[in-house]
């Protein structure tokens, strides 16, 4: 590994509360679109409902922990990135992450408009009722549900692109990139 040019938490590595956002909002958001592609093919049923709660009360909670990692990233700077990448690798690193943050807050925030426009109150964990952000109109929740489901898709490629570039740079580049975010070994 490459030593890194910067002045962070130990030694190059992220902060371990920067990792536990990240594998945390990492593993929820899986969850989130596996479960949403999963429950979008079932019939009306408890199930289908119970599965659409756990969805939304999960999709709050990763705005909610996006917006606090927002103050975190605010507050903490992150690593420097590898002295030997390109300005144009600089860039798409800085735009895959600014995507990412723009998908992470536009996702759930789609998610509770359309139900707001679909009648549908989000209550999140079936204890704090959220208010309405539109008037009930049926066109307009269908519209948001198209938008929800463009967003996701574009999520995805984005994490791929994401995962992809963290991969080439541990296998291919040789840098400590990967490394510094995963959780450290005493």
């Known amino acids: 590994m490459n030593p890194s040019t910067h002045s962070g938490p130990a030694a190059g590595h992220y902060s371990a509360v920067a990792k536990w956002l990240h594998w945390v909002m990492a593993l929820m958001i899986l969850g989130l679109l596996g ?56 860039l798409a690193a800085h735009l895959g ?24 109150q989000t209550v999140w964990f079936g204890v704090l009722p959220l208010p309405d952000l539109l008037e009930k109109n049926r066109e307009l929740g269908n519209a948001l549900q198209t938008l929800h489901a463009v967003l996701n898709l574009t999520l995805i490629a984005v994490l791929l692109g994401h995962v992809g570039a963290a991969l080439k740079h541990h296998l291919m580049d040789k840098d400590d990139v990967l490394v510094r975010m995963l959780p450290r070994r005493s």
């Open 97 to 120: 992450h600014f995507a990412l943050y723009v998908l992470m807050l536009a996702i759930p925030l789609s998610g509770w408009l359309m139900s707001s426009a679909k009648g549908i």
């Open 35 to 90: 479960l949403g592609f999963y429950m979008q093919g079932l019939p009306l049923s408890p199930a289908k409902l119970q599965y659409y709660s756990w969805h939304k009360w999960a999709g709050v909670t990763v705005f909610v922990l996006v917006l606090l990692r927002l103050v975190w990233r605010a507050t903490h700077r992150p690593p420097a990135l590898p002295a030997h990448m390109s300005t144009l690798e600089r």
